[in-house]
């Protein structure tokens, strides 16, 4: 095959998808820090993340050992509705970067979701289906993982309560009717309906929410009503577990062809969509079969891994949940109000943080002006118009692109396009009309936050 033209679009068939999840875990010797109880300081047990999390869930949460996890039947029929998604080699791109290097990008935005969200939402649903429960809650910022919840709720018939960062309910409409469409209920975060939201309300009475805010209280609506739990749409390695399916269908549609990326690249919020596009290649990197670079792209104006600290934190302002040792800005950390590219989480996955820590992973950071040029530039070309968040990692794949064209390299770029842009238009409005402008924090202003952290070292 591998004297054959590369096709635009590598579409593996229904059944060349993969059956089982990999867990990247299983292949790190030194293992991600346990998730602590916030009261005890002592690592959290089964049967405390059970109270809040589905049982079979928390088992994957607390699986280090198997490297493989069979997907559902279930699971994997859904799935076949929009996957396997297609492998996309940018031709166009390259062209008018008049770059040497190939670049390809896994696209996960063909879901009526428009994004990758809904690989782990699918699943959440399911185990919450089969442990008989009668709902989930979740909290949702941009409205990605609210939107791919309702849609995996209404296929198992549960019912999903949406807390949504009041900030994006009024500014995203559509993205809400969206939801309610699916059948969920969005409530506007913070608001009267928790203790936790009661009180934030009462000491910020005109607060747009955050997401911090938003998972307390649906934390809160999950423990306090019989047959519920809270399920995330990021962070937890259960989550990276399911989207591994990203990456290893990358993996088939590029060894058919013989195609060995050098350059592994994606945008990173809580560290997710780069988790499971990475984890098949990044097993090989820690089983020392074969070596990749791999980028972590986040926003210059929420820098968790260029610019925080490494260290045990809280994953939410209400401090209910459970506390991880990550990178951080310190969970009080909120975006400049002029932040419109998504990716706003104050964290990233324990996972993908140990693996920077240990130094098999890189992160840059960028300016969201320049990751909207980028993803102006690769819409007029490839067509698709991408996500913000997606767009982080297109600016940084066109820049190890731009770099080849000057040492004249013919590297092999793999990145990520997440989703797509429609509800983000008030975002690109901004960039079309000059109105946009960056904002990187001082050293003074993370600090305070970051002094916020607890002791738990
Ligand atoms: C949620 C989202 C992200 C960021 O989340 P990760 O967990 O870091 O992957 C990126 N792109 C899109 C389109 C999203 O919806």
């Not at 990456?247 to 690249?265: F, N, Q, S, V, W």
């Amino acid at each position: 095959m591998s004297n054959e033209k590369i096709p635009y679009k590598i579409y593996l068939k229904e059944n060349e998808m993969p059956k089982e999840w990999y867990n990247l875990r299983a292949d790190m010797k030194k293992k991600p820090a346990p998730l602590l109880n916030p009261e005890t300081g002592k690592p959290m047990t089964a049967e405390e993340l059970s109270r809040v999390f589905c049982e079979e869930l928390v088992k994957q949460e607390l699986n280090e050992t198997d490297r493989f996890i069979a997907i559902p039947d279930e699971i994997h029929e859904f799935y076949k509705m929009y996957r396997p998604s297609p492998l996309i080699r940018a031709y166009f791109l390259e062209k008018k970067l008049g770059t040497p290097a190939k670049i390809y990008y896994k696209f996960e935005g063909n879901n009526t979701s428009g994004s990758h969200k809904l690989n782990s939402a699918i699943a959440q649903a399911y185990y919450a289906k089969k442990q008989g429960l009668k709902g989930v809650t979740t909290e949702t910022g941009a409205g990605q993982w609210g939107t791919a919840l309702s849609m995996s709720c209404s296929y198992f018939d549960l019912d999903c309560k949406v807390f949504m960062v009041k900030g994006s309910y009024q500014l995203k409409p559509f993205r809400r009717e969206v939801m309610r469409t699916y059948g969920a209920s969005v409530t506007p975060s913070p608001s009267e309906t928790t203790e936790v939201g009661r009180k934030i309300l009462s000491e910020l009475p005109d607060t747009t929410g955050s997401l911090g805010c938003a998972i307390s209280e649906a934390v809160e609506a999950a423990t306090t009503q019989e047959g519920y739990r809270y399920v995330l749409g990021s962070v937890l390695a259960q989550v990276l577990l399911h989207q591994s399916i990203i990456g290893m269908e990358t993996k088939i549609a590029m060894d058919k062809y013989d195609i060995k990326p050098d350059i592994i690249i994606g945008c990173a919020g809580g560290g997710s969509n780069l988790g499971g596009l990475i984890s098949p290649f990044m097993g090989e990197k820690l089983r020392g079969e074969a070596d990749y670079r791999f980028i972590a792209v986040e926003p210059a104006s929420c820098p968790s891994l260029t610019r925080g600290v490494y260290a045990y934190d809280y994953c939410d302002t209400g401090k209910v949940c459970p506390l991880q040792k990550m990178y951080t800005l310190g969970s009080g950390f909120i975006p400049a109000s002029n932040h419109a590219g998504g990716l706003r989480y104050h964290g990233m996955s324990s996972v993908l943080s140990e693996l920077y820590d240990q130094g098999y992973m890189e992160a840059v950071s960028v300016e969201q002006t320049e990751v909207f040029r980028a993803a102006v530039d690769f819409a007029r070309v490839e067509g698709i118009l991408p996500a913000p968040e997606s767009s982080h990692a297109i600016k940084a794949a066109i820049d190890e692109a731009l770099r080849c064209k000057e040492t004249g390299e013919e590297k092999t770029i793999l990145f990520g396009l997440t989703g797509t842009g429609y509800f983000d238009m008030f975002a690109y409005e901004r960039f079309n009309n000059g109105e946009m402008s960056d904002y990187i924090p001082t050293d003074e202003e993370l600090q305070k936050s970051i002094s916020t952290l607890p002791k738990f070292d």
